[in-house]
């Protein structure tokens, strides 16, 4: 799987891109990241990306004659287009959902954003599908990239060892619930004990155990889960 990263600051993604899952994936050829700077793209002779918005107001808006032709240009160097994704709070909400039918693209792109956002007319001409990840106002839409990068890897078949799955992940197709407690060692610390159940050996127990605590926890913590 390909994804794009469309970007005024590629190197925020540095630590994420070197780090842990994500740069097994990267060694192991399951996913490719390439990032693009769309100030490559500007015409301008100071590079200039943005500008203030016409009919006033704060902050500076990114230019459509910036981020157009970069997104073009990044989508014709590869025979498959890519689902386009913009990165606004404008957006329909991320979730779960969404995060495993993009894990069936071949190629994502991702647009991030900064200052007040894109010239309307970006998502006139481009169409992309506006994502965002929840309902705060991130600096800019690199770090809602990096969420949907790494909700989307962990689906990305053979990125998670064999010692765990993604099926059993909340939220996912087959579970609707949030996972119960976990304690690993020391069996007790300040006091506090690690449920004896766990260190009983009897499996079934321990699911049957674990299956009620999610259900508990789910229903005290996201009763809009529950009901659902
Ligand atoms: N850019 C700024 N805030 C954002 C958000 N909440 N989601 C996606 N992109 C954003």
Redesign the pocket.
């Given at each position: 799987m390909l994804f794009d990263i469309l970007t005024l600051f590629p190197n925020i993604f540095d630590g994420y891109l070197s780090e842990s899952l994500v740069k097994s994936a990267i060694d192991r050829k399951l996913i490719d990241v390439r990032r693009y700077n769309i100030r490559d793209w500007s015409a301008d002779k100071h590079r200039k990306v943005d500008d203030s918005p016409y009919g006033g107001g704060p902050g500076m808006v990114l230019k459509v004659d910036c981020v157009v032709p970069c997104v073009e240009d990044v989508q014709v160097n590869v025979a498959n287009r890519g689902r386009l994704l913009m990165?606004?709070?404008q957006?329909r909400r991320l979730d779960q959902k969404f995060v495993e039918e993009l894990s069936r693209e071949r190629r994502i792109l991702l647009l991030c954003?900064r200052y007040e956002g894109f010239d309307e007319r970006v998502s006139q001409i481009l169409q992309p599908e506006e994502?965002?990840?929840?309902?705060?106002?991130?600096n800019?839409?690199e770090t809602?990239a990096m969420a949907i990068i790494d909700a989307v890897v962990r689906l990305v078949p053979g990125v998670l060892g064999d010692e765990y799955s993604s099926l059993c992940d909340s939220f996912s197709a087959g579970n609707r619930l949030l996972e119960g407690p976990q304690y690993t060692r020391p069996r007790v610390y300040r006091g506090l004990k690690a449920p004896e159940i766990l260190v009983g050996g009897n499996h079934e127990q321990i699911q049957q155990w674990r299956a009620e605590e999610a259900v508990k926890r789910t229903e005290q913590r996201r009763p809009d889960l529950f009901q659902n």
């Open positions: 990165m606004t709070p957006g954003g994502i965002s990840i929840g309902d705060y106002i991130l800019g839409g809602a």
